[in-house]
Each structure stands twice: as C-alpha cells, then as structure tokens.
C-alpha cells in the first residue's frame, strides 16, 4: 500500500501490496518464480518423466515370467504393436534384459538432471523470496517494526524463506510425481485387468477423501508452529540483546523460566501437529494395506480356479505379479499425497506468513512524486496532528512552526510529550493525520523518500554500528567516498585520535562482533557518518544523552560546527544542548506550548523556565504545581 498526500492509503502497482486473496503458494510462485519458470518445468518434466522407465520394470519382469520363463501367453508390451516384438523365447529375453537394463540407465540420468536442474530452481528461487522479501520489510511502515519484535521478523526471514525450500524443491515436485504414478498406475491397471481394477477403485477414492480431510485439519496446527517459532526467536533474541541488563538485575532465572514458557507452547503446537500427522500415517496405511490384501485374495484364487464371482477372462501368473506391484505403486502414491499435504501445508503456512509481511503497508512513492534535489533546508510544519497507530489519542496536535535555512532549533519538553515524533515525520517515518510538513515549499509526500532522506543527516542518541571497519561505518551513506574524506571527517567529529589508536585504525571491525567502543565513540562516529553525508538539514536527536559531560562538551562543539552552515533541528533532555539554539519549541502533550530563544523562555516563567530550575538545581524557584505534576510523574 502506498500513502497518499493527505496520509491515507493506497494500492500502488506491482508492490504486491492490498487486498490479494490470491492462494499463498500461488501468490509465491507469482510474485518470486516468474523468472525461473523454465528451470522449474524442466525439473517438474523430468522428475515424472522418471516415473516411467521405472514402472516399465515391473511389467518386463511380469513379461519376461509369462512369455519366456513360462512359455505362456503372447509376448506384449503396452503400446507397442505385436508385430514390432520378437517371436522366439530367446530373442524375447534379450529385448527384454536389454529393456530392463535402459530402464535402470534412464531412470538413474533423469533422477541426476532432475535434482540438478530443481536444486539450481529452488536456490535461485529462495535467494530471490529473501532478497525481495528483505526489500520489502525495508520499506515498510515503522508502524510494523513497532508492533513486530526483531525475533519475529527474523524468523520470517531465515526459517519460513528456510522452510519454502522444502516446498518448492521437494514437496511440489513430489506431489507431481506422486499424481503422475497414481494416474498412471490405475490407467495401466485397467489396462491390464480393468475388472480388478474397478473393484478395487474405491481404495484411492476413500485415501483421497481422508487426504483432503486431513490437510484441512493440519493447515491450522501448521500455522500455529509457524506462529510460536517466532514467539521463540523474538525471546531469545531480546534476552540476548539485554543480557547486560539481566546480569546485572540477576534475572537469569526469570528469563530462563520466560524461555522454557516460550519453548513449551512451541513445543506444544508441534506436538499437535505432529499428532495430526502421526495419526494419519497409519489409518492411511492400513487402508491401503486392504487394497493388496484383496489383489492377492482375488487374484490368487483367479489364477488358481479362474474367475471368481463375476469375473471373467483369464489372468496369468506375470499379469498377477505387475497388477500386485502397481496396487502398491498405486497405494505408495495415495500413502505419499497424505505425506506430501502434510509438507505441503507447512510450506503453505510459512508463504502465508510471507505474505502477510509483504502485504502490509509499505512507504512508497506516488507516480507524481519528484526529485528533491539540493534543498536549501527550509522546514515548515502547518496544523500538523498525528496519532500513532497504537493510540487512541492524538500524540502530536495543530503543530506549525518554521525553521529557516542554517537556523537552529531547540526540541524540548517533558518525557512523552512527543519531541522525537516531530522529526519523525520530517524523515516519515510516519505521515501526518491532518496537516502539511514542506522543505523548501514542497509537501514531503510530493517527493520520494529516498531523495528526502537523503538530504537530511540524522543522529540518534543510540547510534549504531554496523559490523564492519570504522572506514565504512563513517562512509555508510557515501560508501564511494574517498579515504581522505572520511578522516576529514572523523576529524570534524572528534574521533580520529581515538580511531588511530585501534588494532587497525580505519580498518578495526567494529560493531556488534568487533572491537568495543565507549558510547562516546560511537556516537563521534555516528557524527561522522553525517558529516560525511553533508545534508541540508540535521537532525539530532538527544544526541548526548548518553555521554558523560566532559565528552558532551567535546561532541557538543563538533555539533555547533557541524549545525553553522545547515537547518538543524535539536531534540533534547538537557537544557544546556540547545541554550545557544537560534529557537527553542517547548513540546507539552503534544502541542507547542512555548517558543522562543533561551533568554525569552526564561523571562515567561513557564514550563522552560521550570525545566531549567530543575537541571541548575534551583527547585526553590519552582511553583507547587509544577512539583505536583513531577509528583504525577508527567514531567520529567
């Protein structure tokens, strides 16, 4: 879905995006197989073309009991004229050794090309489900990653696109198969002895009929996995990421018990649909098991005493012998559809998940949107309200305001009064409700957001590495940048003295597997990365928080450097970051309560000024009522 200039949605072509009831395997193999296709039917072709030269083994060996070892009956092969086929014994024998030998070399080349030809399909397949999927989730709205853990999408990611290899490289492939032999089988069965054949028809229809039934029963339960491997993953993967925070609270028990939780339901929704399966295997069997039973009883007695009951005609020895093997090629196919539905609805589970990802909301841009190129950086926000998806009230509301190119503005306010959402929208992250949010004049939703970013330089008050060397996390947005460059602009940041006394300077690993670094560190080389991307505006949101004062001077000063030439907005906790700021806004429950330079917020005596009183220490000046709302926990 795209987003259109008054924020509501809109389907937007080829995003794979609205309303799609398409069937989850066919909506897959739509979306993410369509270059692949001939690979595809090749593999499908020449897997069930190797059911063929298989089955003609058993009836060259039923041949070969009755014409020649048993000098009874014509020798005949299906399909071919009698006048085509030897007429002595020995001659017969050799045709049908040399036959039966092909058979085997035929089946042993197609089984190879077969694998070959579906293994080179499912990989370029999978690669691509993941490749595009991942696009995907990069574009969608943050209204997702809010309401879906990491582990979640993760297990989307790596085990649902894990499990659509089974799906496609053996499962589909399989089931074809399986369909051919079954088809195949009871046309040569009646072929052979229609009359058996008929008699014995009722076994695949009653298999077919519990196979249909089953995987209606299953397709639930497999989803219901699907579902608790995420729950798991999201689990794990959030003690692992607050493991620091678990030692030090000596919480290990209480997450390992939150663990154990987690793993039980997964364990539970397996256990029931392994039951489902386990149940079926075996009344499947036995049906089956019937339909041999009465070949040979029926059989038997015919060979022996003739026709029994209404039959009529003759059956040989080798004809008994290729009708008892094609029943169980027949029943191991019926048998093989129920295991096949079983794998199938658990691939058809993980597709569903897919798209359920793929389908949601996604930031696009609209056919008539442009360029946003070389921005002089004015800002404007007029009448904007917006409510987070998850909310019921409005988080921001009638926000309007101006930033002028190279001015700087100052973002404070009590804890959850919605500093940090203000900018959010700039970078949309979100649309606004109600309202207009333009650089330089322009709606931001009437240009693309990639062209939007990246005129603006953010940072973050938890900046983040990528796991890679210093030199490319500071050059993440300008990866073509030049070696000179990114010292020049470590150095603007304040990082280069630290950088050249790491193991390998630029060329240290750092990030979540590499060398560790202070939260100073990071952030200098958070500051880097947006001095190297030279943007038009800068977004700084509580960018010191997490450092301590000798350092927020240090980075304090690389900002004001930084903040000389450039729109820069600055979101923040402590007073004595924006003080010198071109204008300061005073957000209080979502609405701007006060403008103004430092000195004028001071002379109103209003919420700055309280705020002020605060971190100087001065809480003799603050009045009763603002105490009672700290008290009320609504300021922070």
Do not use: C
């Amino acid at each position: 879905m795209g987003v259109n200039a008054e924020g509501s949605s809109e389907p937007v072509p080829g995003d794979g995006a609205g309303d799609d009831s398409r069937h989850p395997v066919v909506w897959l193999f739509d979306e993410y197989a369509r270059p692949y296709w001939k690979s595809f039917a090749g593999g499908l072709a020449l897997s069930t073309s190797e059911q063929f030269p298989s089955r003609l083994q058993t009836v060259l060996i039923g041949v070969a009991i009755d014409a020649v070892l048993l000098g009874s009956g014509p020798f005949r092969l299906p399909l071919v004229p009698d006048a085509w086929l030897p007429t002595r014994q020995g001659a017969q024998l050799r045709l049908s050794l040399a036959l039966l030998f092909g058979s085997f070399a035929a089946v042993a080349v197609l089984n190879f090309t077969s694998r070959r030809v579906l293994g080179r399909f499912t990989q370029a397949f999978q690669h691509e489900v993941r490749t595009e999927v991942f696009d995907t989730v990069q574009r969608l709205e943050m209204e997702y990653f809010d309401s879906h853990d990491t582990g979640e999408v993760m297990s989307v990611l790596n085990d649902d696109v894990q499990e659509l290899q089974s799906l496609v490289g053996g499962v589909l492939a399989r089931g074809l198969s399986l369909v051919t032999v079954a088809v195949a089988s009871y046309a040569y069965l009646l072929w052979l002895n229609w009359q058996l054949a008929i008699v014995l028809s009722f076994v695949p229809v009653v298999l077919f009929g519990m196979s249909y039934g089953f995987s209606r029963w299953i397709e639930p339960k497999q989803l219901a996995v699907r579902e608790r491997v995420g729950d798991l993953n999201s689990r794990l993967n959030n003690n692992i990421d607050g493991v620091s925070v678990i030692k030090a609270f000596g919480t290990e028990s209480t997450e390992r018990e939150r663990v154990r939780d987690a793993s039980r339901d997964h364990r539970a929704a397996q256990w029931d649909a392994h039951w489902a399966s386990a149940t079926m295997d075996p009344v499947t069997r036995a049906v089956s098991q019937l339909a041999r039973v009465l070949t040979l009883v029926l059989g038997g007695v015919w060979v022996i005493s003739g026709p029994p009951l209404f039959f009529t005609g003759v059956l040989t020895p080798g004809a008994l012998y290729v009708f008892y093997r094609y029943v169980g090629s027949l029943m191991v196919a019926m048998q093989g559809v129920a295991e096949v539905v079983d794998a199938y609805q658990t691939g058809k589970a993980a597709a569903t998940r897919l798209q359920g990802v793929v389908e949601h909301d996604a930031v696009v841009d609209r056919p008539d949107t442009r360029e946003l190129a070389d921005p002089d950086g004015a800002v404007t926000y007029d009448d904007v309200t917006f409510t987070y998806p998850s909310r019921d009230e409005p988080t921001l509301s009638n926000v309007s305001f101006d930033a002028d190119p190279g001015e700087t503005v100052g973002i404070v306010g009590p804890t959850g009064a919605g500093k940090s959402t203000v900018l959010k929208l700039l970078l949309r992250y979100y649309d606004a409700d109600r309202g207009t949010i333009g650089v330089d004049g322009t709606d931001v939703r009437d240009v693309t957001v990639e062209s939007l970013r990246d005129s603006i330089g953010y940072v973050s008050q938890d900046p983040f590495l990528f796991y890679g060397t210093v030199r490319e996390n500071v050059a993440y947005a300008r990866p073509e940048a030049a070696d000179e460059a990114v010292v020049e602009a470590a150095k603007l940041a304040g990082a280069h003295e630290f950088v050249v006394d790491l193991p390998e300077e630029y060329d240290t690993m750092v990030g979540e597997r590499g060398v560790k670094l202070s939260g100073g560190q990071r952030q200098r080389i958070a500051i880097a990365r947006a001095i190297l991307r030279d943007p038009a505006i800068l977004v700084l949101d509580e960018a010191t928080s997490h450092v301590d004062n000798e350092t927020e001077v240090l980075i304090q000063r690389t900002l004001d450097e930084l903040a000389a030439d450039r729109t820069t907005f600055v979101v923040a906790h402590r007073l004595s970051t924006v003080r010198d700021a071109d204008r300061i806004l005073v957000v209080d429950d979502g609405e701007i309560a006060e403008r103004g330079t430092h000195e004028q917020l001071l002379e109103r005596d209003g919420l700055y000024a309280n705020l002020w009183h605060v971190q100087v220490g001065d809480v003799t000046a603050l009045p009763d009522a603002f105490l009672e709302r700290v008290r009320r926990g609504e300021s922070a």
